[in-house]
């Protein structure tokens, strides 16, 4: 390991643009995030040729402002990483420049990370002593992964949705019942004033497959129970509804990570992403790794949502593990979880071909 290698990380996949200052991999010297959020509230959701503009005005200053609150300079750097994917393709390429740029005007060796692989980096981060093996349930608004992480950069994937994100899930349902944007931490809020046994909404399988997750269904079933009462005149107690719905989309999360905890028997269970940010959710999958005798581990709610402190201390175990990537590296919107061999000393990554390291 590199004890002293500090990294700075650049996120702007979506809608947050930042950028964090992380030492010796786990050392947090600063994290500054500038949301989208208000930008994008009057249009319901994540505009992508905005999200773009909006990258290009922030990032530099960000930069400047992780820099500065960290104390570091660019010299001090030992590399830069950067989210290539999966994003918005506009988003991805402005953190991806500004990489670029600033580790060749550095000298500084660049690390292209994945941003689902971030999510899961954000439990190295909060949780000092944490190690893999592990299994990780990353509960975003583009993704629901459930996986077990062998090794730093191996993962094999226990399961994963067929439709719709456990994120997007709460985004749409949150639209339809009238609730700002971002919809998840909104319905969060409304649920706490409701009933979460008032309304029985299906539950999802899977039948090929019953380790995958499946939310549109059980989204579709909110969304034509809301019309059929509106259409009839009926009055809907909301705080219901939500609390309702939350319960089934945490019900199917505990089910697929009960299964997985029984047959894997990891010692640690980790949970990552935007949803993680939900205390319902945090609540239910702790209690199902204390059944298990599992320990649990989980960042705070600001690791959970998107930042680039994690994009830093993922990027120091890639580096460290795999080496630097070439600056000829790519956005990878699509981009899945990394496939690495390590003991061939080969990685591969989506976009960026293959670098092989002595
Ligand atoms: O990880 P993230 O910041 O961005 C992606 O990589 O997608 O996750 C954003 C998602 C959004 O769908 C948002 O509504 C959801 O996480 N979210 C929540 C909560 N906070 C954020 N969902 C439910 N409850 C919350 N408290
Ligand atoms: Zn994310």
């Given at each position: 390991m590199c004890d002293d290698l500090i990294v700075l990380g650049v996120e702007t996949s979506c809608d947050e643009t930042a950028a964090a200052v992380v030492a010796s991999g786990r050392h947090l010297l600063s994290s500054v995030v500038s949301s989208q959020i208000e930008v994008h509230r009057r249009f319901g959701g994540v505009v992508p040729e905005i999200a773009s503009r909006k990258h290009v005005e922030s990032v530099i200053p960000v930069v400047d402002e992780a820099l500065r609150q960290a104390g570091?300079?660019?010299?001090?750097?030992g590399a830069v990483a950067v989210t290539y994917g999966p994003g918005l393709v506009g988003a991805l390429l402005v953190g991806l420049s500004a990489a670029k740029g600033l580790a060749f005007a550095s000298r500084v060796p660049m690390v292209c990370v994945n941003h689902i692989e971030a999510h899961i980096y954000a439990n190295f981060l909060a949780h000092p002593g944490l190690e893999p093996p592990l299994v990780c349930l990353t509960v975003s608004g583009g993704h629901t992964d459930l996986v077990a992480m062998e090794a730093h950069g191996r993962y094999t994937v226990l399961g994963r949705t067929r439709d719709d994100a456990a994120g997007e899930a709460f985004d749409k349902v949150a639209r339809v019942m009238g609730l700002p944007y971002p919809g998840g931490p909104a319905l969060e809020r409304l649920a706490?004033?409701?009933?979460?046994?008032?309304i029985r909404f299906p539950l999802s399988r899977v039948a090929d497959s019953p380790g995958d997750f499946s939310f549109s269904g059980l989204k579709t079933a909110v969304i034509n129970y809301l019309h059929a009462a509106e259409q009839r005149g009926e009055h809907v107690s909301l705080p219901d509804v939500a609390a309702s719905f939350q319960r089934a989309v945490v019900e199917e999360l505990c089910d697929r990570v009960s299964n997985a905890l029984r047959s894997h028997r990891p010692a640690t269970l980790a949970l990552s992403g935007g949803v993680a940010a939900n205390g319902a959710v945090r609540g239910a999958l702790r209690a199902v790794a204390e059944a298990h005798g599992v320990a649990f581990v989980c960042p705070p709610p600001e690791l959970c949502t998107d930042n680039a402190a994690m994009v830093a201390c993922a990027g120091y175990y890639q580096f460290v593990n795999f080496g630097p990537c070439e600056l000829s590296a790519n956005a990878c919107p699509g981009a899945d979880l990394p496939q690495r061999r390590p003991s061939a000393g080969v990685e591969v990554t989506p976009g960026h071909g293959a670098h092989v390291h002595s």
């Open positions: 570091v300079t660019m010299r001090e750097l706490r004033d409701g009933d979460p046994e008032a």
